[in-house]
């Protein structure tokens, strides 16, 4: 059970939050959204947005979630990777038209990415998670084991993803990862419109235990 600074379940957030959106309009519009979830869910929770945080580069959290009477904290990353879609969201009313996001490949490397960063900011009173919403059925569908130079940074359902992951044939060394922990893709249904691409599911690594 992944839990944000010690007093928000994950799980009741997202189920909050998708008893009232079945998608947004973007990656910003999701990281509002949640965040606003998340103060609903725990008023005493402290939420900032796009806070600064110096790893191997100069770099922002998404979302940090504090405690101040425990000292406990979570770092959230987010991100919305979608395909094509036009609809209205039955909850809402609004009309959304969402682009299509072509480069898979490069949200799996992103995901990752945001893992390993937890992974150097999670600690004492720390953990992180990595959160995705997607409508991009590929990237939680088991397939074929192909040689495509993201095959190490798969997340489809059951995929565990550990340790030092190469990109391609190792040849472009920026693209490598090398994670401390093991984490299995568990995707977990969103909404389910009745349209082309209009499934979403969303998937949570957590990095590390706030305690």
Request: charged share 25%.
């Amino acid at each position: 059970m992944s839990v944000l600074a010690g007093r928000a379940d994950l799980t009741e957030v997202v189920e909050r939050l998708r008893a009232e959106r079945s998608l947004f309009h973007s990656e910003a519009d999701l990281q509002h959204a949640f965040a606003m979830m998340v103060a609903r869910a725990d008023p005493s929770l402290r939420i900032r947005l796009e806070v600064p945080f110096r790893d191997e580069r100069s770099t922002y959290l998404d979302l940090l979630v504090s405690d101040a009477a425990t000292g406990l904290s979570t770092a959230v990353e987010l991100k919305y990777f979608t395909q094509r879609l036009q609809v209205d969201d039955p909850l809402t009313g609004e009309h959304f038209d969402l682009r299509s996001h072509a480069a898979d490949d490069l949200v799996r490397l992103g995901v990752v990415r945001d893992v390993h960063r937890l992974e150097q900011w999670s600690g004492p009173r720390r953990n992180g998670i990595s959160l995705l919403l997607s409508n991009a059925r590929t990237l939680w569908a088991t397939s074929a084991d192909r040689p495509t130079r993201d095959r190490a940074f798969r997340i489809h359902q059951g995929r565990q993803i550990s340790g030092q992951l190469v990109w391609g044939d190792g040849d472009h060394e920026p693209n490598d990862v090398t994670l401390q922990g093991t984490y299995t893709a568990d995707w977990q249904l969103y909404s389910d419109l009745p349209v082309p691409h209009g499934e979403f599911r969303w998937l949570a690594f957590e990095v590390g235990a706030a305690a």
